[in-house]
Each structure stands twice: as structure tokens, then as C-alpha cells.
């Protein structure tokens, strides 16, 4: 391991990265399920 890595003058860690990354799937996944279930509970609300 003679070269310098490039991550590491970096302020994230590689191994942080793809946590980030589900993190931010799984937030954008509950946002997409809440206005989905807004949607359909108006959806009802309009029907009813």
C-alpha cells in the first residue's frame, strides 16, 4: 500500500458511503409511501 489513498484527506469515509446511501433510499422510500397513502386516502375522501 505505497500510494497515497485518496480518501484519505477525505472528510467521509468510504465505508460511510453506502450507509449514506441506503439511509437516504430508505427516507426517499417513506416519503414516496406517505404521499402515496395521502394520495389514496383523498383519493377516498373524494370518492366517499
Known amino acids: 500500500m505505497g ?3 485518496p480518501f484519505a484527506d477525505s472528510p467521509v469515509n ?3 458511503a453506502p450507509v449514506f446511501v441506503s439511509a437516504l433510499g430508505v427516507g426517499v422510500a417513506s416519503l ?3 404521499g402515496a397513502n395521502l394520495l ?3 383519493a377516498r ?4
Request: proline share 12%; net charge positive.
Open 3 to 5: 500510494k497515497h489513498s
Open 14 to 16: 468510504p465505508p460511510a
Open 32 to 34: 414516496f409511501a406517505v
Open 40 to 42: 389514496l386516502s383523498g
Open 45 to 48: 375522501g373524494v370518492a366517499a
